[in-house]
């Protein structure tokens, strides 16, 4: 049996994604206002920040990956234009439909459909910009991910990845009692679940920092990588340029 990480368990290869689509079952009714508590609203300049980097222009094609409740799809198709395209995908059902029907209610009806982003089921050379959002770490295998999202990409396109990322050192005992001690109790209480924020907490510190990112995508593929942090490194978003 292979092994690989949940949170701090260790678990079968086979069965993460599996043990991920649970924690997001659970956490999916009430993720948009955890989301605010969490973060202090802040998750909300952070996704401004991305759209700004993405560059959209009229016409533009783009892949939303691990697109949840629609946040960054939403505001990715003001830019597209009715030219322009935004496919709106996840692995799990649950936020899918969230999201799905958050974007109907604003008036947004877009390509939204459930699909692993280790199998992206789209021709190569295809997207202008593909964006994943606080998805990365919880997906098995990164580098086949990564690899994925660089072959859909077309030659000079973008690939944008807004991730929880290594906190700059005088925020650290901060940044882990929050983590550990409040985060949970928050969850407790507005969502009914402590263990799945218990989870996320553990998936940010075992998922690569900015630097180990960085060399991973350039690994996968992208000729150019830049990285931006946002709130003391608490967040970084990643920019990969396909060759």
Known sequence: MTTTHFGYQSVDEAEKAKHVRGVFDSVA??????????????????????????????????????????????????????????????????????GRDRLLDAGIALPTLVCDAEKLPFPSNHFDVVSVAFGLRNMTHKDVALAEMNRVLKPGGKLLVLEFSKVAPPLEKIYDWYSFKVLPKLGKLVAGDDSSYRYLAESIRMHPGQEELKALMKASGFGHVDYHNLTGGLVALHAGIKC
């Not at 009229?58 to 990715?76: C, K, N, P």
Request: proline share 1%.
């Open 29 to 98: 009714p009430k993720y948009d206002l955890m989301n605010d508590l969490m973060s202090g609203g802040l998750h909300r300049a952070w996704k401004a920040y991305t759209v700004m980097v993405a560059n959209l222009r009229e016409g533009h094609q783009v892949l939303d990956i691990a697109g949840g409740t629609g946040d960054l799809s939403m505001a990715f198709s003001k830019k597209v234009g009715k030219t322009g395209r935004v496919v709106h995908t996840d692995i799990n059902e649950a936020m899918l439909r969230t």
